[in-house]
């Protein structure tokens, strides 16, 4: 595991230095931190909260956050301000959920450029390291806001101005259930807590009975043609209507050398039309059938002792991508999108990503040719991962190697960042979305000290994602670009050109993947840490809850960020 002690000494020094912070500008008449009096609503993390800023001398502020226009509505990526003495401005920000604190900047009245973080490091390390002092300048200049703007935005420079003053503001995140049951990311504008329920929603065998004779929404296998699939997909749509959004349903199907129409594909997805960019659509997915059993009994692993095929459950795949992509549809149809918000459940993808295929040639492709699909966010197996780890639970097999090369047995199963397409190892290929993933989960997230990026320089094209992990002392969370692709991000890269980034955690390392074993509480098995000799020591549950949270707050920042400036193909 890697030590915290660096992330703990960052924000010691973040405290010890917020009131010395005038030492990184002012002077010479020039203002300072001391001139700006910054007071929110709210303190609360991982929420959209007015703060307001008054001035006691002609100043420029620089505010690095997400922040909502009053006048469209629309999320942008940071802003610069101009106050006059006795001045100030309201101005609703999204408070960032997993970190302590927000910084903010303080320059000459009409300042243009301003220093930034490095996309790989949070705030406070930053402030700590003395703001940019390193080989590479990172900064940026202000850019007049728009026709559709309120406020400036900014954009990338080699100039940082020089110095500033810098005023911090401590925030927090309060709990609306006990630290067992994930109380420590169950408040905010999104959270783990609504993902998990969710999650337990669709699998509890509690619920009503089902039309195949079951509980739950299980047997979700295939498609089309399958009664539990079908009433599970009322369930979707059911649930995506009430969001007050336009729901679609796409159905798919293939005629055989017979001359037999065959039920292939269907597809449920959400669409909020853009405001400005109604033909550029951001896609949210998951998949949602279930993988299908290759024997007409299901056996489960623990009892038998070996690995068949086929669930009735798909708690880890992908149920759990399924809540996400439910909860974030829940929270952004509230919102305001420059571009057409599409959220989708696919079928069909255990077979061979049909469902997704289908959508990204025959509907967009050439049913609407007109749309570019700017980015698409895939949520596939994600929750068994970094928190959580350290051996497979019940005393099954030990495992050995997973696909993609991982340890199957390694102390804490990372959280994979997946990006492409890409066609090297060795380089960088889509430097946009890998930087705007590092920008965002070192700071909003809170995980500067977890993360590691990985590229295969002088390794072999087979083992390289192991061989950088091990070197870099096992990262918890893994941003890389991936050369295959195994979900349905591959129809997106493949048919429609577009980047895409997925989140996940252990795949075949997964003692029940594709077992009728995946099941909530199995996942929650997989991640109690409770007596564990590493990491933080929680219930699965609170583990569970911590990593849904991570992810789908990622998968969410990263809308906002691309619904403003999409993130494109560098091949094209």
Not at 3 to 14: D, I, K
Not at 200 to 207: G, Q, S, V
Request: charged share 20%.
């Amino acid at each position: 595991m890697r030590s915290r002690e660096s992330a703990a000494f960052s924000m010691v020094l973040l405290m010890l230095l917020t009131p010395l912070s005038g030492c990184f500008g002012g002077g010479d008449g020039a203002p300072g931190p001391q001139d700006l009096e910054v007071t929110a609503a709210s303190d609360s993390a991982g929420f959209f909260v007015d703060y307001t800023f008054e001035a006691e001398a002609a100043m420029s502020v620089f505010i690095p956050y997400l922040l909502k226009d009053p006048a469209t509505m629309f999320v942008q990526n940071s802003t610069v301000i101009d106050l006059a003495k006795g001045d100030s401005e309201t101005i609703t920000l999204l408070t960032p959920p997993r970190t302590d604190s927000m910084l903010f900047m303080v320059g000459e009245s009409g300042r243009e450029n301003w220093p930034i973080r490095d996309q790989e490091e949070s705030w406070a390390t930053w402030l700590a390291r003395g703001g940019s002092s390193g080989n590479v300048v990172d900064s940026i200049v202000r850019i007049p806001s728009g026709v559709n703007s309120t406020w400036d935005t900014v954009n990338a420079s080699q100039d940082t101005g020089g110095p500033v003053g810098i005023k911090t503001v401590m925030i927090q995140r309060s709990m609306d259930v006990g630290i067992d049951e994930g109380g420590a990311h169950s408040t905010g504008l999104l959270h783990g807590k609504t993902v998990y329920d969710r999650l337990d929603e669709i699998t509890n065998p509690a619920i009503s009975l089902d039309v195949d004779g079951r509980q739950g929404y299980w047997d979700r296998w295939a498609g089309q043609g399958n009664p539990a699939y079908e009433d599970a997909a009322q369930y979707l749509i059911q649930e995506l209507t009430s969001f007050g959004l336009e729901v679609k349903q796409h159905r798919y199907e293939f005629t055989d050398i017979f001359r037999v129409q065959n039920p292939e594909a269907y597809n449920i997805c959400a669409y909020k039309w853009g405001s400005e960019a109604i033909n550029e659509w951001l896609v949210f997915g998951a998949h949602f059938d279930i993988a299908p059993p290759a024997n007409a009994v299901l056996l489960d692993p623990h009892v038998t002792g070996s690995r068949s095929y086929g669930t009735r459950v798909g708690a880890y795949d992908n149920t759990a991508g399924t809540s996400m992509v439910l909860e974030t549809a829940r929270v952004l149809a509230d919102f305001e999108s420059r571009r057409t918000m599409v959220f989708c459940l696919w079928s069909g993808e255990e077979g061979g990503k049909r469902g997704s295929n289908y959508w990204t040639e025959y509907y967009v492709g050439e049913d609407n040719p007109d749309v570019t699909v700017t980015n698409y966010i895939n949520l596939d197996m994600a929750g068994v991962n970094w928190p959580g780890g350290g051996g497979a639970p019940h005393g099954d097999p030990e495992p050995q190697l997973d696909e993609d090369g991982y340890p199957k047995d390694s102390e804490v199963w990372p959280m994979r960042v997946y990006i492409g397409p890409s066609q090297d190892h060795d380089v960088i290929n889509q430097p946009g979305m890998v930087g705007l993933s590092n920008w965002i989960g070192s700071d909003a997230l809170g995980l500067e000290e977890q993360m590691g990026t990985l590229v295969g320089v002088n390794y072999s094209a087979d083992t390289w994602k192991t061989s950088v992990w091990l070197d870099m002392d096992r990262p918890e969370i893994i941003v890389y670009e991936d050369t295959t692709a195994r979900s349905d991000h591959a129809s997106f890269q493949d048919n429609l050109g577009t980047v895409t980034v997925g989140f996940g955690g252990l795949v075949d390392g997964y003692w029940c993947y594709h077992q009728t074993c995946d099941t909530l509480e199995e996942m929650e098995e997989w991640m109690d840490t409770t007596g564990k000799d590493y990491g933080e020591e929680n219930t699965g549950v609170a583990n569970l809850v911590n990593s849904l949270d991570m992810i789908t707050w990622w998968a969410l920042l990263t809308f906002f960020h691309c619904d403003e400036k999409p993130v494109l193909n560098a091949y094209l």
